[in-house]
């Protein structure tokens, strides 16, 4: 027993260590199992064929034959010199035969290989490519999937330092109806030229440059854009490039390296930005969210020769089912929401909020105005105002200083967070007006004492910051904030008055797990730059709108009592409501129902609605403007 146990492994052993010697002894082993299996059974089909009689040497020659041509050996009987040369004639031929076989099989199966890889060159034109792999690849597929969706022929080439098969088993997996667009995906360097045109970025009409998913991310994107301009056909002309930069300080550098005709946003800056407005204007992340994907209503950028000799306040009641919020002057100017006495000329386009660019037309039926409903108010007078900011980031600088451009003197903002260092940072806070006095105060904001020694009813609001104190941005932080805001709540319903809240968040699946009410909102800044960056794609005229609607100065969006507009429970039809926004100044694109605000998906969010449909307004309901505020 002991013996067998010993003889095994080294069989074993002797085996291996033969089949190491490579193709000599792998062809000695076939053919030894080959031979082993053959002969036997070509001698028990000579036996069993009971038709057949002969001496021994007759029946070693029908062996033989079987044999032979089992293994393709000629099968030649005769002399031995004769069956012998036989043999070796077969045998060149086979070998010939297997390795033709060999080559056109290695040759294929390596064809095969480079198309998995994906190293082939994309022949597509007019298509859009990705440039980079991060989170953001899949809101942008998933959007120009959705903008291409009247295109008979649309494609999107990626192209990233990724596995071919692997890019399309994930994008497969997050983005699952394609419909009419062909995602292609291609395996290089984004930062090398010569990989860069697999995608063809010359044929393509946009190449956007994806922000990476790390935290000196800036620097791969600049090094992106270098090698795009320097691509072959890139250096001549504007080109239609678009990327995000993380920190603003680096847009300078992304702007250089892009070229003329580029657009480099900062996720910093467009982020601040909007945390700002919304924390301010209770639902405005909603109506971004609407406007800055394609399935729902978007901007576009129409000639109307109809309307020109005419002025911009004509044009705010000429289309029923389009919402128009400014104009674009024939020498390339953009002037959102214009005094309503301004003449369209010639050459001059509408910027107006559409459910598609085909239903953009002017209305043909008539329409009434009900002047007795029109209710005129003035002015709220401002007010210094208490923010208290929880949570501390790079973006939190930016934050304050946009917030210092919107409030009124004497005005205050209260910051807690763990790192110490905060306080030096908020004295270098460059504010422009000194409207603002920001004040710190170290603590854990998912700590239910700290949040209760804060005084919260004496807030006008609170913005949940996610918290990069240990350099955890992104799901850690999001968990940070998820229990801030559970305390949050906890709290306000234990005083009665609930706090309008903004929160940032840094993957938008964690919305659905977020305790919300009607005064809350959330800003998710890598799925809205993405969604961004996918409208200036398919409209680059969008960038400059964009822009003016961002900052501070100029016209923007806000949700208004409705009161200020129509008298409260009469029923109107929105051209009351247009025409009532217009005498103020304003340009109404829609509304929203307090009753509605913390249902999913729209919030009460209603944008664009029928200006034939009639309407009541309760108590706390908003009209949408675009105003100067």
């Not at 060999?102 to 294929?108: E, Q, R, S």
């Not at 300080?249 to 250089?256: E, G, V």
């Not at 609407?290 to 705010?316: I, K, Q, S, V």
Request: proline share 5%; with cysteine; glycine share 8%.
């Amino acid at each position: 027993m002991a013996r067998t146990s010993v003889v095994g492994p080294r069989l074993r052993y002797w085996f291996d260590n033969t089949m190491t010697r490579g193709t000599p002894a792998l062809i000695g082993w076939l053919s030894l199992v080959c031979l082993g299996l053959v002969v036997p059974v070509s001698a028990l089909l000579v036996r069993a064929d009971t038709g057949r009689s002969g001496t021994p040497r007759s029946q070693l020659g029908e062996i033989w034959k079987n044999v032979s041509s089992t293994l393709k050996l000629g099968g030649a009987v005769g002399a031995p010199a004769f069956v012998l040369l036989s043999i070796l004639l077969a045998l060149v031929g086979l070998f010939f035969a297997s390795t033709l076989v060999g080559l056109i099989a290695a040759g294929v199966n390596r064809k095969i290989m480079d198309l998995r890889r994906g190293r082939s060159v994309v022949l597509e034109d007019q298509h859009t490519v990705l440039l980079g792999w991060s989170e953001q690849v899949y809101p942008v597929i998933r959007q120009l999937v959705e903008a291409n969706v009247n295109k008979r022929r649309a494609a999107v080439a990626v192209l990233a330092d990724k596995d071919k098969a692997e890019m399309e088993d994930l994008i497969r997996v997050r983005v699952p109806n394609t419909r009419n667009t062909r995602v292609i995906c291609r395996t290089g360097s984004p930062v090398d030229p010569a990989d860069i045109q697999r995608v063809n970025p010359r044929g393509a009409r946009a190449v956007i440059v994806l922000t990476p998913g790390v935290e000196d991310g800036d620097a791969d994107i600049v090094k992106t854009l270098l090698a795009v301009t320097r691509s072959p056909g890139m250096q001549e002309g504007p080109r239609h490039v678009l990327a995000a930069v993380q920190n603003v300080r680096n847009r300078d550098a992304a702007r250089l390296a892009a070229g003329a005709g580029a657009c480099v946003l900062s996720i910093d800056d467009v982020a601040a930005r909007l945390i700002v407005q919304t924390c301010r204007q209770p639902g405005l992340s909603v109506v971004y969210m609407d406007l800055l994907t394609f399935e729902g209503n978007e901007f576009y950028l129409t000639a109307e020769p109809g309307l020109t000799g005419r002025t911009y306040g004509d044009a705010l009641l000429s289309y029923a089912t389009s919402s128009v919020v400014g104009l674009r002057r024939a020498d390339g100017a953009l002037e959102l929401n214009p005094p309503s006495t301004s003449l369209i000329h010639e050459g001059d386009e509408i910027v107006a909020i559409s459910q598609d660019d085909d239903t953009i037309v002017l209305c043909d039926r008539p329409w009434t105005v009900d002047r007795t409903a029109i209710v005129t108010s003035a002015p709220p007078a401002r007010r210094p105002e208490r923010t208290l900011m929880l949570g501390w980031n790079r973006r939190a600088a930016t934050v304050i200083a946009e917030l210092d451009q919107y409030v009124a003197e004497g005005s205050v903002i209260d910051v807690v967070a763990r790192e110490t260092e905060v306080a030096r940072t908020l004295t270098s806070v460059p504010l422009e007006r000194g409207a603002l006095t920001a004040s710190f105060r170290t603590g854990d904001v998912t700590e239910p004492d700290v949040l209760r020694g804060l005084d919260l009813p004496s807030y006008d609001r609170v913005i949940v910051l996610s918290d990069d104190a240990d350099g955890t941005m992104g799901l850690r932080a999001d968990n940070r904030t998820l229990v801030t805001l559970l305390q949050l709540r906890g709290i306000a319903d234990g005083t009665g008055r609930a706090l309008p809240v903004v929160a940032e968040l840094s993957d938008d699946r964690n919305r659905a797990l977020a305790p919300i009410s009607e005064r809350d909102d959330f800003i998710v800044s890598d799925k809205l730059i993405s969604l961004l960056m996918t409208q200036v794609s398919e409209n680059r005229g969008l960038a400059d709108l964009f822009e003016h609607l961002f900052r501070a100065q100029g016209s923007e969006v806000y949700l208004k009592p409705a009161r200020d507009y129509v008298a409260a429970e009469r029923e109107v039809n929105f051209y009351t409501v247009v025409e009532s926004a217009r005498l103020q100044g304003h340009s109404a694109i829609g509304y929203r129902r307090l009753s509605e605000a913390a249902r999913p998906p729209e919030y009460g969010i209603h944008l664009n609605p029928d200006k034939a449909e009639r309407l009541r307004f309760t108590e706390g309901d908003s009209v949408i403007v675009v105003a100067d505020g």
